[in-house]
């Protein structure tokens, strides 16, 4: 089972950016793609960025628009998740997900979640 805590709590003004790290226990670094995840208040949790297990393919939600970056460094069994300009609607928490095998974009698709970190953007 693969242990995963995100860092990165932050609150933070529209505009600015943020930087989310996501490390990962307890299994094979390599052989996860990971996920970034998130959820506001009263939504469902939404797909934000995905990469594979050697970070040659990522891929991004429609709510990303080019203003994220999602990265892995396998040595650190960490993968990063960089904000730029970033919104109020942004604001939610953001979970890290890892999963066996290819990149997914469905929360069914991931096997292990971290617990979550609050991301706020105030207007």
């Known amino acids: 089972q693969v242990q995963l805590v995100e860092s990165g709590v932050g609150l933070v003004q529209a505009g600015d950016s943020l930087s989310l790290s996501c490390a990962a226990s307890?299994?094979?670094?390599?052989?996860?793609?990971m996920g970034w995840f998130r959820q506001a208040p009263g939504e469902e949790r939404e797909f934000v960025a995905t990469?594979?297990?050697?970070?040659?393919?990522?891929a991004y939600g429609d709510v990303v628009n080019g203003r994220f970056t999602i990265s892995r460094d396998n040595a650190k069994n960490t993968v990063y998740l960089q904000m730029n300009s970033l919104k109020p609607e942004d604001t939610a928490v953001y979970y890290c997900?890892?999963?066996?095998?290819?990149?997914?974009?469905?929360?069914?698709?991931?096997?292990?979640w971290g617990q979550g970190t609050q991301v706020t953007v105030s207007s």
């Open positions: 997900a890892a999963r066996v095998g290819v990149l997914r974009f469905n929360t069914y698709e991931y096997d292990n």
């Open positions: 307890g299994g094979s670094f390599s052989d996860l793609a």
């Open positions: 990469i594979s297990w050697s970070g040659g393919k990522t």
